[in-house]
């Protein structure tokens, strides 16, 4: 087990470094800086000036040890825009992003598995057909329109929730709701798939004949087994659903990371978008990791191979 | 009996959708082709006489404008109509440039194994550690966007199911005794991949192909939604559902109709998806 997680933890750490360098290089590969920066009535000095001052001057390595080493120290630069340190301006907009995307894990696992092991029990019936469908029509539905759809129904017409902000927790419930349904998917066709695998194996079958009780069996052996890989998908889900509330944050003007990111974005504030797409991607990093350690925890089939 | 009437049904349910898919997306297909001939008006001629006309279904709708028009007084189905070029477009540009970049990774890693299989996993890593929004989002910011510049950026961060799926693929036909035959009779190694095993893969690479289509045109659509991504004045689903946001009090149908249209379209590539792999290999059957 120590072995596997050294592995893995060395892995995480060189995945770490070349995506700080790939988060560093995109931003300057994909066009001039200071001249982006400056706008474009500056002229030829007014670019120089800026590059000198925010010393995009220097070469490329230099920036990018010199960026690395403040990194290291829980420097991520100041925002373009103001003089508030980025840290300060990401950690002030967690707690919005975080309660958005882990309330709507939570809500999505609270469908997704018991939809998953009803379709197994009956698998090929018109049960397992409509969980099937519901996840096709979750896998095709654009989030940003759900949204503006549950606005319109829940908003506009019935006036039973806000529309925008968020304040209280009855801002939170559309979000949650629509990103939770993006989520459903691919875990409901995970659990699924493990217990129709597990139901199916010796040991359940050697359950059931020696007679245990079928709920017995249901979820003390089958279902514990059958979640181990979900475990696993539900940690890289975070992930995904921390980098997708962009666009529902923009939907529902929630004030968290992903509306930080847009406004960065759309007005070309580097420091904050380089940080931001680095936090991220460090954060799904260390959540595969973890994701990782559990399965192997769980399952010593992986601690062999991994 | 009762047993395989049970097993019937769900696999004619199965064939109906894939037919039913496969009808849609044909149908929006020939629509995005013919777009000039069966568009009713031009999607860029602004009427400000003629604004916010609602739908025929509504009570001042008219027949001159049957998805009534927008904001500046352009024809809503015209614009839908052209809108399924972009968004067929994109689908088709983006599942081609991926799929060339994971089929080779995939290709290259399953078939030497080794040292070049660990770099191609090492990438792939990478590649999904990075979020692929917020970086579209970024580039797009930076460049500029363009229907161009949307193809290249998600062709090039939306390779990594292809070549998860064809490195695993080309792994278990490395082994087979035609691959062994071919290698031992002095085939090169690239005559080898391309030309034995890639034709075995072609079932799974149109399964991927699906998803990854289906996949673009959500991205698109979110992007243009977001600002940035096909710019305006171009009839993208995703901008129309932009410039209808502010609309939403009182005039709700502008976000309907082109979300719909996304919506269904996506659902019709996915049933393709799902239909081809149940005729082509049943046991990958979710």
Redesign the interface.
């Known amino acids: 087990m120590w072995g596997f997680a050294a592995r893995r933890l060395v892995l995480a750490l060189l995945v770490s470094i070349s995506v700080s360098l790939i988060c560093f290089s995109l931003l300057r590969l994909s066009g001039d800086l200071a001249r982006a920066l400056a706008g474009p009535q500056a002229t030829a000095d007014d670019v120089v000036q800026i590059a000198r001052t925010y010393g995009l001057d220097r070469p490329v390595h230099v920036q990018y040890l010199d960026w690395v080493g403040r990194l290291l120290k829980g420097d991520l630069g100041t925002s373009f825009f103001g003089a508030t340190p980025v840290l300060e301006a990401i950690l002030a907009r967690v707690p919005v992003t975080l309660t958005l995307a882990i309330g709507a894990l939570l809500l999505a696992l609270a469908f997704a598995i018991p939809l998953g092991v009803l379709a197994a029990l009956k698998p090929n019936t018109w049960l397992d057909r409509g969980v099937a469908a519901l996840a096709v029509t979750g896998q095709a539905m654009p989030s940003f329109w759900l949204g503006l759809i549950l606005i319109w129904v829940f908003g506009v017409r019935l006036r039973l929730l806000p529309i925008a902000g968020s304040e209280s927790w009855r801002h939170f419930i559309l979000p949650t709701c629509v990103l939770a349904y993006a989520a459903v998917p691919a875990l409901m066709r995970l659990v699924r798939a493990g217990m129709v695998e597990v139901l199916a194996s010796d040991y359940i079958r050697t359950a059931r004949a020696m007679g245990l009780a079928p709920l017995a069996i249901l979820f003390k052996y089958a279902l514990r087994n059958a979640l181990v890989p979900v475990i696993a998908l539900a940690a890289v889900q975070l992930g995904s659903l921390l980098a997708g509330s962009v666009v529902i944050e923009a939907v529902f003007g929630l004030n968290g990371i992903g509306q930080l990111a847009w406004t960065s974005i759309s007005r070309n504030d580097f420091p904050v978008v380089q940080s931001i797409v680095l936090v991220v991607s460090l954060l799904y990093i260390l959540l595969t990791f973890l994701g990782d350690l559990l399965n192997a925890a769980v399952d010593p089939r992986i601690r062999s191979n991994g | 009996m009762t047993a395989i009437a049970?097993?019937r049904?769900?696999d004619a349910?199965r064939h109906a959708s894939l037919a039913a898919g496969g009808g849609v997306v044909l149908l929006v297909a020939l629509m995005a082709l013919l777009a000039p001939l069966v568009a009713p008006h031009d999607p860029f001629l602004q009427n400000l006489d003629h604004r916010l006309i609602p739908p025929v279904w509504e009570a001042e709708g008219r027949w001159a404008h049957p998805l009534g028009t927008d904001a500046l007084g352009r024809d809503y189905l015209s614009r839908l109509i052209h809108g399924a070029r972009i968004s067929l477009l994109i689908a088709l540009a983006v599942g081609l440039l991926s799929g060339l970049i994971g089929t080779g990774l995939g290709l290259a890693a399953g078939y030497y194994g080794g040292w070049v299989d660990t770099a191609v996993l090492?990438v792939l890593?990478?590649r999904?550690?990075?979020?692929?929004?917020?970086?579209t989002?970024?580039?797009v910011?930076?460049?500029g966007g363009s229907l161009t510049v949307v193809i290249l950026v998600l062709g090039f961060l939306n390779w990594d199911r292809f070549a998860v799926v064809v490195r695993s693929a080309a792994q278990r036909e490395a082994n087979r005794d035609y691959v062994l035959a071919a290698s031992a009779h002095g085939s090169s190694a690239l005559r080898i991949m391309l030309a034995e095993i890639l034709p075995n893969l072609v079932g799974p690479l149109l399964v991927v192909l699906t998803v990854e289509m289906?996949h673009a045109i959500?991205i698109e659509?979110?992007l243009s939604?977001?600002?940035?991504g096909v710019p305006p004045p171009n009839p993208s689903w995703?901008l129309m559902?932009n410039e209808a946001?502010d609309h939403?009090?009182f005039h709700?149908w502008m976000?309907?109709i082109p979300?719909i249209a996304?919506?269904t379209l996506?659902?019709a590539i996915?049933?393709v998806g799902?239909g081809l792999r149940d005729v082509l290999a049943p046991e990958w059957r979710?």
């Open positions: 049970e097993r049904w769900p349910f090492f890593t990478n999904l550690a990075m979020p692929g929004v917020l970086i989002l970024a580039v910011a930076i460049v289906a959500l659509a979110a939604f977001l600002g940035l995703g559902v946001k939403i009090f709700p976000i309907f979300g996304i919506f996506v659902l996915n049933l799902d979710p």
